[in-house]
Every structure is written in structure tokens, then in C-alpha cells.
């Protein structure tokens, strides 16, 4: 049986899957963090995978490369707000910031 | 069982166990290690998907970049040794199966769809006919078109192509705004984190 | 109509000695506004010029209109009038100078359809005796006024009946001005109301004359009593005048104008009242031979019968007659006629007014009271003039009367000549005996005039106006001498030291006691004209026996008469002063003053001279309307309700009751027997008079205490007062008190209601804005507010739910695109 498409598009769905139910589930922001890996990643191997088995070609490659690098932004942004938000409340639980509750 | 094959297996276990093991364990150390090894056998499944410089920029920028600053942050962040976090079981249930339907949903999907008419759909040639310019036999040498795309131009594209069709559009302009974006992130991520007293947890401020 | 140069002026003459006084009255109203000082005499002189030269005129015009060479034969051959006196031969009929009676138009005031309200006049004998009553009595009154107001000519006049708050006697400027004004217009009014030619014109001035009745006796406008008999007086004219004005009205509508005399309206003859009303033979049996209406009849036996008016033969309608004779008939070829009852309505209307301007029963509350102005005043206004014009209407209009209303005004007459006569002999103050002596004596005029004694009542009213008006001068006189007490007890053998005023008032008694000496010619005039009122009345007993008491009541009045006014002089002028301070401080009054009373006492004595073969009489009689004469028949039929009216012949003796001629002539005439029972009541109320005050045999006192009962009845004027309070004022006070409680309980608490009535909506209003449009509007405020706070829960700022519903609106957007509609 041939790797083909498909199989790839699976392991990128667990990995999606799995990012949102980090994102649902973890109480520490950076577990919420972590999710957003893991969504980001699932997106970047979709993407590889159909530049190897469609004719979408490199462009499919220059566009995780752009997706890691947000990703890269995107993570020391957030990173950024997460400590913030532990210098104000001492607590990393993401349940405590309902501020904007109402 | 070709080799591929059997690495696709092992990269693909691998990365499912470590998203899993993200999603599963309480230890917030414990899902950065097993998020090191997810990201890892990602870059493994890209080498297998012959995009070489992609797998590598990952091992690179993701493994060694982001998730190092994870656990920095993981570490700055770090509550007491016994103060565990832990989400209330119901939500773990409506997670989980929330979870499980999308994994249906996008699964049943991608079954559904046939590849082949999609591709002539899309864009008219059939997946068999690989896109010009690539080479096959040249595994791990995607940097250099890469490069060139990003710069602006395309060669795998545009070469051998009769005059009148035009250049295609690379990706400069992306590649100029990424730049810039990273600015910004760099400017902000550091006033947002720049030092401030720390509030007391009997504060009177 | 064209005039003759001797009729225009006439005209003229009459004319300007009736716009003389108006021409005055506007001088002098202005005139005391400028002058400087109120010690100047102008306005008195300018008002006695004026009446003076009125009555220099009005004798012209007298002498001009009369024939007096044949003044027996005054032939007054007009369109409306062709009466002769029957006693008279016709066989001379030379054309008299001048034809009577002069009607035409002054100047046109109005065009109703074919009603014309004119300014008209008509000239007859009649108003040409009149013209010169007035204007010479006017004339003496004037002289005397301007002597006994005399005290009004300074600056600082002090009047003693006025108190002021501090005790005091009422200071206040003179008004000497203002009353010559007054007089002067009186003048203009009443010669305009003689003057007349139709009844509208006589109701104007009728009210005009009212008005200065009204300011000249309140003319001491501060003092209380005076300003309540002026108001009395003019109200209880009022009350006359009412039924004047529904005469008016329905002589409006069914003779369809106000003149007198025939006329021209758009080219068209149109007759005048005295035409349409003409009688016709009684005799004569359905035939309707108009009498006096055709110029050349003068057949004696035409004249002779009795006349009646022109009934149908249910004697419910009156036929109307034109010029010519025949029944009149309107636009649409009708017969015009009124209904009988509609007619006697109008005389008894027209003769309302009579009865409250000439103070007749039941309207003769107000005469005196009217005493309460100047004496002039109630010498010229209230005793030959005013008053006289009732009597004056009375006999102007005398064709419209039937003999029902006739009647009627001869009950009127007798009880109020009566009723005066009674009062007056216990009244004290001088000038109420006079007031009450004038009522008595119109009560005769109007009692001669009801009996068909049209000639007899107006020669009363010529002669009672000279002696009246004399008595009433020299009773002011009296008191001006006596400093203005006019009480009668206090005064007493005056005629020492006021010897003029003394005797020209005995020559009024005598006068208007109708004193004679029996078969000579010596007779004052009142003595003629109230004889010939007797005769009258004896007459028409004779006639009528049911109404045997309108001839024995004046008989015995004519007694009381006698009684009461030598009482007056005996009590004044005569015995011995029963206030000896007062006596002492008396003075005859200044020339002024009495000339008028010796030229007033001449022709008192002397106008009757002749009685009635005398001028006046003849002059008086020229003008009596046609019918009079040959007697006249009430339309009923023949039996005791029919009134006959006695004819000259009948009076005279040489005819029957019943017409036929008497041949043997040794009874006494009606005439004579009259003048006889007369002369007799008159001399036994002489001697009652002299007895009990000339020459004090008999005290009065015990009789007024023995009839103790009568004499408080008497005193207070039959209470006649307190009987109109109770039945007139009281009402109308009660009447007033309800209107004050319907005004303040129903109009104010209506409007009281309707305020809280409108506070309470208002009230309602507000709760219902505040409580179901404010409440609507908060309740759509509340729930918008509502529905965004229970949205709000939405956001529960939890970062993990927010990832949950993400994933949830995935699958439910992927459930919606492709599991739903799948295309």
C-alpha cells in the first residue's frame, strides 16, 4: 500500500484536533499556547502534503515556511501577553482572567 | 513494507502520540516534551514529503526556536511544585467529544474527495503530471527554488515556457511584509513584556 | 299741499316760535360752560326773549288763522276735516280767509313700504290756541323764574335740605344757567308735541317732554327726595308708555300709517287716520255715508243724527274709508278694515300714555312728588302743560276712540278727580293741595272728553292752565316770602303783608272753584269750562241712567273742590299768624314776581269771557272732529249696553235723549240744570270752607278726630304707594333675590363644577401620561435593558469557552453547508 495522500491529511487532522482540544481543555496559557502549535502544524503538513501529491508545487512549501514564521511571532506575542498577564494576576489559570465577563 | 512506508508509520505515530500526550497529560512540562517530540516527527514527515528546507526550517525555527521560548515561558511562569491546575471533568468530556466529531468531520471529508477530479477541476492537469519544474530526482534540493520564489521569481515555473504566457508571480511581496511584520512583533513583543514592578498578591495599589 | 301766503305764515310763524326755545337751550348749554361768572343773568334773559317772542309769534299766527269779525262762522273746510258746529245756521258760507287746517311735512325721517315717519304738522284752531297758551304761560313763568331763582346766581350756594357727612348744610356753585336750559328745552318739546302731525311725532316729543320733567324736578340733583321723584316719575310714565307703544303698533299694522291728515305717498293719495276712521250714518241702514268727508255737505240733517263707526254686520270689523268717501281697500282689492277688539286695544293704549302722563288712576303717584322741583317747574310743567298734553292727546286723537273706550276714559276721569279732591283736603304743604287740585282737574278734562264733551274738556284744559299755573306762581310767591317753608300750618294772615299775592291767588280760587253770580255774565273762567263739563255729563245721564255716577260724582267734587282750595286761602292768607316769628320776618315779593302774577290772574279771570258763546270756546269748538257734534252710537245693539253719546243739540236742550226735537222749551236744558247743580255744590263747599277756617266757627280738629280713621287714610294718599310697593317693588325685589341666589348657586357653582372638572381630567390626564405612555416607554426600555443583560452572559470572558464555541460553530457551520443542503 502506497503512502498516498490521504494518510497525510489524517495525521494533519489528529494533529489539528488535538490543538483545539489543547485550546479547549488547558487550563495554563501556555498549554493554550501549545494548542496553537499544534493547530499551526497540522495546517503546515496539510499544505506539504498536497505540494508533494497535487501540482500545487512549491508554492504549498513557501507557504509553511510563511506559516512558521508567524508562528514564530505569533508565539513570542503571545508570550509576551501570557507573562503579562501572570505579573498581574500571579496566577498562569486562564480562568482567572474573566475581566471581561458581562 | 517499503522503508517509506515504514517511516511514514513511525513519523506518523509518533506525531499523533505526541499531540496526544500534549492533550493528555497535567504537566504542563510534560506536554512541552511531548510537544518537542510531535514538532519532530513533523519535520520527519516533511523530509518524507520531499520539502527539505521546510523540514528543516522546522527543526530550526519551530523546535528550536518556538518551543525553547515555550518552555522559557513555562519556566518564568512556573507555580508552586504542588499546586497542580486541573481542568473540571466535564469539561474534558464536552472537549473530547467535540474533539472527536471535527476528527469525523474533517476526516469524512477528506475521504469523500477524489483527488483526481479535484486536480483537473483546479487546475487542470492531472495529479499524475507533476508540476513543471519540479524535480524529482532532486530530493533536498527545494531550497534553491524556494529562494528564488521568495525573491520573486519562478523558475519551476516559468522556465521553458513560451514568451507570451508571462512571468509568474512570485512571492516578494509576502516575503517583504513578513519582514515587516516581524519588526512590529519584535517592537511589541518586547513593550509588552518589558519590566514592570510586580503586584504584590496584597497589593494596595 | 300748496299753501296760501296767509297759511305759509302761519307756517312759518308757528315754526319759529317752536324752534325759538331749542335754538335757546343750545345757547345756553354751551353758553354756561363760557360765561365767567355766575352772577350774570344772560341765560335767563336769553330764554324769556326766546318764549317771549314765541308767544309774539304764536299770537300772530292766532290772528292771522282766525276770522275774528265772524268768529262764529269759522268755516275750516280741509280734506280731513269738514266739521261746522251744529248749533249754527249754514246759510253763510263766505269763504273764510284762511283755510283750516294746515297739515304738510317738516322733513322726512324715514320710508318704511308705505310707512313714512315724518316730522309733520298740523295746524288747526285747536293748535293754534294751544301755541298761544303755552308760549304766554311760558313767557309769565320765565319773568317769575328769573326772580325766584334768583339764589342760584352766586357761587356759593347753600342747600338746607342736603346734610353732608359732617353735619353741615351742602355748599355748592350756583346752577341759574342750567335751569333756563331746561325750561327752554321744555319749551321746544312741548310746543313740538302741540305742533304734531302724527302720533309718532307725538310720542318723540311725549318722551322728550318726559326727559325734562325728569331734569327739571330733580334739578336739586343732591338732594335725595328730589332724585326719587324724578326717578318715580319717569318710571310710572314709563309704565303709560308701554300701552302708547302697543297702540302705535297696532295702528301700524292695520291703518298702515301715523298721520294725521291726508297725504301724498309716491303720487298717491293715501287718506290719513281721521279719514279712514270716519263715521257713517247709524240710522242709516247698511248704507255708508261718511260724514265730514265730502266739502260740500253741508246739510244740516246729515249732521244732525247720530254716527257710528262703519261695522260689518257681526260688528266684529271696522271698514276703513278713503278720501272720497267709500270703504277703502288695499293693494289686492280688499275691503281694509281692523277687528273691533283690536281697535278699542288701541285706544285703550294710546290712552295708557294719557293715563301716565297726566297722572290719571291708577298712574298718579308721581304729580306729587314731582313737587320736589323749582315751583316754576310745577307752575309750567306739572300743571298746564305737561300734564295737560294727556288730556291734549286725548282730544288730537279723539276720532280713533270708540265708545267703549270712551267710557273707559270717563271712569278714569271721575275716579281720579275723586281721589285727588279727597287728599287734598287734608293735605298741608301748599304745593301737594295744588298737585293734588291738578290731578282733580284733569280728571275732569279726561271725564268731559269720555263723555263726548270733546270741546268742553279742552276748554277746561285752556282755562285750568291760567289759573293753575297762577295759583301755583303765587304759592311761590308765598314762599319765597316765607323763606321756603311751604307748610300751611305755620303760615297765617299773609294777605297783610303780601297783599298782590294774596288777591291774585283769591282770583285763581275763585276761578277754579267755578264761583259766578247767577244770570249775569260775571264768571271767572272756570266757572264756564267746568260747567260745560257738567252739562255734559248730565247729558249723557240722561242717555245712559246705567252710568248715573259719572255725573253725580263730579258734582260733589265740584263741591270738595271749592272746599279744599279756600281752604288753602284761608289758611294762608287769611286769620290770624300762627308762627309769629315766621310772620314777622314775611315780605311781599319783587315786581319781577308778581307782574307775572297779575297779567296770569287777568286772563284767568277773563279768556272764558262769554263762556261758550265766548271766542275761546268758538275757537276751540272750530276744530272738533266731525262726529262729535250730532252725537254718537256705540255699535251694540240697541239696549243698556249700547252707549249714545249726547249731541249738541241734546246738551242744549232742543233735543231728546232719543233725537227728537223738543217743541216746548220751559224745562230747563241739560245745560242749565247742570250749571245750576254746579253753582249750588260750589257755593255749599264755600261756606263749609269758610266755616271751618275763614271764620273758625267750627274746629277742625274735632273732625279729624271724630273721623279719625278716614282722615289717616286720606293723609296717606289712599295708600296708593305702600299698595305699588307691595305689589310692584316687593316682587321685583324678590325676583332680583332670586336671580342674585340662580347667579351665585347655579352660574358660579356650574363654573365651579367645571373647574374641578377640569382639574380632576387634568389629574386623570397626568396619571394616564405617566402611567400608560411613561409605563409603555419604560417597559420598552426595561426590556431592551433585560435582553441585553441576559445576553451579556454570553460572554463569560472565559478564554477555553470561547475556543469550545469556535468549534462548535464549525461543525455547525459544516452541518448546515453540507449535511443540510447539500448542492
Not at chain 2, 516559468?158 to 511584520?181: C, M, N, R, W
Not at chain 3, 274746629?699 to 296717606?716: C, H, I, K, M, S
Not at chain 3, 310692584?728 to 342674585?740: D, G
Not at chain 3, 397626568?766 to 426590556?783: T, Y
Amino acid at each position: 500500500m502506497d503512502v498516498e495522500l490521504n494518510h497525510y491529511l489524517f495525521v494533519g487532522a489528529v494533529l489539528f484536533v488535538s490543538g483545539i482540544v489543547c485550546m479547549a481543555t488547558k487550563r495554563n496559557a501556555i498549554g493554550v499556547l501549545m494548542g496553537v502549535e499544534l493547530v499551526l502544524n497540522g495546517a503546515n503538513v496539510n499544505f506539504v502534503a498536497f505540494s508533494r501529491y497535487t501540482p500545487l508545487g512549491i508554492d504549498g512549501q513557501i507557504v509553511s515556511l510563511f506559516v512558521i514564521v508567524l508562528a514564530a511571532a505569533e508565539a513570542a506575542v503571545a508570550l509576551a501577553i501570557a507573562l503579562s498577564f501572570y505579573n498581574n494576576h500571579l496566577t498562569i489559570d486562564v480562568d482567572r482572567g474573566d475581566e471581561l465577563q458581562g | 513494507m517499503t522503508g517509506e512506508r515504514f517511516l511514514f508509520l513511525l513519523f506518523a505515530l509518533a506525531t499523533c502520540g505526541g499531540a496526544l500526550g500534549v492533550v493528555i497529560s497535567q504537566n504542563v512540562v510534560r506536554m512541552a516534551f511531548s510537544l518537542v517530540i510531535a514538532l519532530g516527527s513533523t519535520s520527519g514527515l516533511f523530509f518524507l514529503l520531499h520539502a527539505d528546507f521546510v523540514a528543516a526550517t522546522q527543526l530550526l525555527i519551530y523546535v528550536g526556536g518556538t518551543l525553547v521560548l515555550l518552555i522559557f515561558g513555562i519556566m518564568l511562569t512556573a507555580s508552586g511544585p504542588y499546586v497542580r491546575i486541573k481542568t473540571s471533568p466535564a469539561d474534558l468530556f464536552l472537549a473530547a467529544g467535540v474533539g472527536f466529531l471535527v476528527l469525523f468531520m474533517i476526516v469524512g471529508t477528506v475521504m469523500d474527495v477524489d483527488w483526481e477530479q479535484a486536480s483537473i477541476k483546479l487546475t487542470g492537469r492531472a495529479i499524475a503530471e507533476k508540476p513543471i519544474g519540479y524535480n524529482e530526482l532532486g530530493q533536498g534540493n527545494t531550497a534553491r527554488t524556494i529562494a528564488l520564489g521568495l525573491i520573486g521569481s519562478r523558475p519551476d515555473k516559468d522556465l521553458g515556457q513560451p514568451a507570451e504566457k508571462g512571468l509568474s508571480t512570485g512571492y516578494l511581496l509576502p516575503f517583504e511584509i513578513v519582514s515587516v511584520h516581524l519588526l512590529v512583533v519584535l517592537i511589541g513583543a518586547a513593550y509588552l513584556a518589558r519590566a514592570r514592578r510586580r503586584v504584590d498578591s496584597s497589593a494596595d495599589s | 299741499m300748496t299753501l296760501t301766503p296767509e297759511q305759509f305764515s302761519i307756517v312759518v310763524l308757528l315754526t319759529a316760535a317752536w324752534l325759538l326755545p331749542l335754538l335757546g337751550f343750545a345757547i345756553e348749554v354751551f353758553g354756561g360752560y363760557w360765561q365767567k361768572s355766575r352772577h350774570s343773568k344772560a341765560a335767563a334773559g336769553l330764554a324769556v326773549a326766546c318764549i317771549g317772542i314765541g308767544f309774539v309769534f304764536s299770537a300772530g299766527a292766532l290772528a292771522i288763522g282766525i276770522d275774528w269779525s265772524s268768529l262764529g262762522d269759522v268755516v275750516e273746510v280741509g280734506p280731513a276735516e269738514g266739521p261746522v258746529p251744529a248749533e249754527l245756521a249754514h246759510d253763510e258760507h263766505e269763504e273764510p280767509a284762511v283755510t283750516l287746517p294746515i297739515a304738510g311735512t317738516f322733513y322726512l325721517l324715514g320710508k318704511f313700504g308705505s310707512l313714512e315717519l315724518a316730522l309733520d304738522y298740523y295746524i288747526d284752531s285747536l293748535t293754534l290756541v294751544m301755541f298761544s297758551m303755552v308760549t304766554l304761560v311760558a313767557t309769565c313763568i320765565h319773568v317769575f323764574a328769573l326772580g325766584y331763582m334768583s339764589d342760584e346766581l352766586t357761587d356759593d350756594h347753600v342747600d338746607h335740605q342736603v346734610h353732608t357727612a359732617g353735619g353741615g348744610h351742602f355748599h355748592r356753585p350756583g346752577r341759574f344757567y342750567r335751569f333756563f336750559s331746561f325750561m327752554s328745552l321744555f319749551c321746544f318739546s312741548m310746543l313740538g308735541l302741540v305742533l304734531a302731525g302724527n302720533v309718532f311725532m307725538v310720542f318723540i316729543f311725549w318722551e322728550l317732554v318726559g326727559i325734562c320733567s325728569y331734569l327739571l324736578i330733580g334739578f336739586y340733583i343732591e338732594r335725595k327726595s328730589a332724585t326719587n321723584a324724578a326717578n318715580k316719575a319717569f318710571i310710572v310714565n314709563r309704565v303709560g308708555d308701554f300701552g302708547f307703544i302697543i297702540g302705535l303698533m297696532i295702528i301700524f299694522t292695520y291703518f298702515g300709517t301715523f298721520r294725521f291728515f291726508n297725504h301724498e305717498i309716491d303720487g298717491r293719495d293715501v287718506p290719513g287716520l281721521f279719514t279712514m276712521i270716519s263715521r257713517v250714518d247709524a240710522e242709516a241702514s247698511g248704507g255708508h255715508q261718511p260724514t265730514g268727508a265730502d266739502n260740500s255737505q253741508h246739510d244740516a240733517d246729515a249732521h244732525h243724527g247720530p254716527q257710528r263707526l262703519d261695522v260689518d254686520d257681526a260688528r266684529s270689523v271696522v271698514f276703513l274709508h278713503d278720501r272720497d268717501g267709500s270703504r277703502k281697500l288695499d293693494d289686492a282689492g280688499n275691503e281694509m278694515s281692523i277687528p273691533y277688539w283690536l281697535l278699542v286695544a288701541a285706544g285703550l293704549g294710546i290712552f295708557a300714555g294719557c293715563i301716565g302722563k297726566s297722572a290719571q288712576f291708577p298712574l298718579q303717584t308721581w304729580l306729587p312728588d314731582a313737587m320736589e322741583g323749582p315751583t316754576p317747574v310745577s307752575a309750567l310743567v306739572h300743571s298746564a302743560t305737561m300734564v295737560a298734553a294727556g288730556v291734549y292727546l286725548a282730544g288730537r286723537f279723539y276720532p280713533m276712540f270708540t265708545p267703549e273706550v270712551l267710557l273707559v276714559i270717563a271712569y278714569v276721569g271721575c275716579i281720579t278727580l275723586f281721589l285727588a279732591a279727597t287728599i287734598a283736603m287734608v293735605a298741608t304743604d301748599i304745593k301737594r293741595v295744588l298737585a293734588y287740585s291738578t290731578i282733580s282737574q284733569l280728571g275732569y278734562m279726561m271725564l268731559g272728553i269720555g263723555l263726548g264733551g270733546w270741546a268742553a274738556g279742552l276748554f277746561h284744559l285752556i282755562t285750568h292752565a291760567f289759573f293753575k299755573s297762577l295759583m301755583f306762581l303765587c304759592s311761590g310767591s308765598v314762599i319765597i316770602g316765607c323763606h321756603h317753608e311751604q307748610e300751611m300750618p305755620r303760615m297765617g294772615g299773609l294777605r297783610k303783608k303780601m297783599p298782590i299775592t294774596a288777591y291774585t291767588m283769591l282770583v285763581g280760587v275763585i276761578a277754579i272753584c267755578g264761583l259766578a253770580i247767577p244770570g249775569t255774565a260775571i264768571a271767572f273762567s272756570g266757572y264756564h269750562s267746568k260747567d260745560a263739563i257738567i252739562a255734559t255729563s248730565l247729558a249723557y245721564m240722561d242717555a245712559n241712567s246705567v252710568h248715573f255716577l259719572l255725573f253725580l260724582v263730579p258734582l260733589v267734587t265740584a263741591g270738595m273742590t271749592a272746599f279744599y282750595m279756600f281752604r288753602l286761602w284761608f289758611y294762608t292768607f287769611a286769620g290770624e299768624p300762627r308762627d309769629q316769628e315766621l310772620y314777622d320776618h314775611v315780605h311781599e315779593s319783587p315786581w319781577v314776581m308778581t307782574a307775572p302774577l297779575v297779567v296770569l290772574a287777568v286772563f284767568a279771570a277773563g279768556c272764558a269771557f262769554g263762556g261758550e258763546d265766548g271766542k275761546l270756546y268758538r275757537l276751540i269748538s272750530g276744530s272738533e272732529p266731525p262726529h262729535v257734534a250730532g252725537g254718537t252710537v256705540s255699535v251694540a245693539a240697541a239696549g243698556a249696553e249700547q252707549i249714545r253719546m249726547p249731541s249738541r243739540h241734546h246738551i242744549h236742550g232742543e233735543v231728546t235723549a232719543e233725537g227728537i226735537p223738543i217743541v216746548d222749551s220751559s224745562d230747563l236744558s241739560p245745560h242749565d240744570k247742570a250749571g245750576m247743580y254746579a253753582l249750588i255744590a260750589a257755593v255749599t263747599g264755600t261756606l263749609v270752607a269758610y266755616i271751618f277756617y275763614g271764620a273758625r266757627v267750627l274746629n277742625p280738629d274735632d273732625f279729624r278726630r271724630q273721623f279719625a280713621g278716614v282722615y289717616t287714610f286720606l293723609v296717606e294718599k289712599w295708600r296708593f304707594d305702600e299698595l305699588y310697593d307691595a305689589i310692584f317693588v316687593r316682587p321685583v325685589h324678590v325676583v332680583a333675590a332670586w336671580c342674585t341666589t340662580i347667579d351665585r348657586c347655579c352660574i358660579d357653582g356650574l363654573l365651579h363644577w367645571m373647574t374641578r372638572f377640569t382639574v380632576d381630567v387634568s389629574r386623570w390626564d397626568r396619571k394616564f401620561d405617566e402611567g400608560v405612555i411613561d409605563g409603555l416607554v419604560d417597559q420598552i426600555g426595561n426590556v431592551t435593558f433585560s435582553a441585553g443583560r441576559w445576553l451579556r452572559h454570553v460572554q463569560t470572558g472565559k478564554l477555553r469557552q470561547y475556543v469550545m464555541f469556535l468549534a462548535l460553530g464549525l461543525l455547525a457551520l459544516f452541518a448546515l453547508l453540507f449535511v443540510m443542503f447539500p448542492a
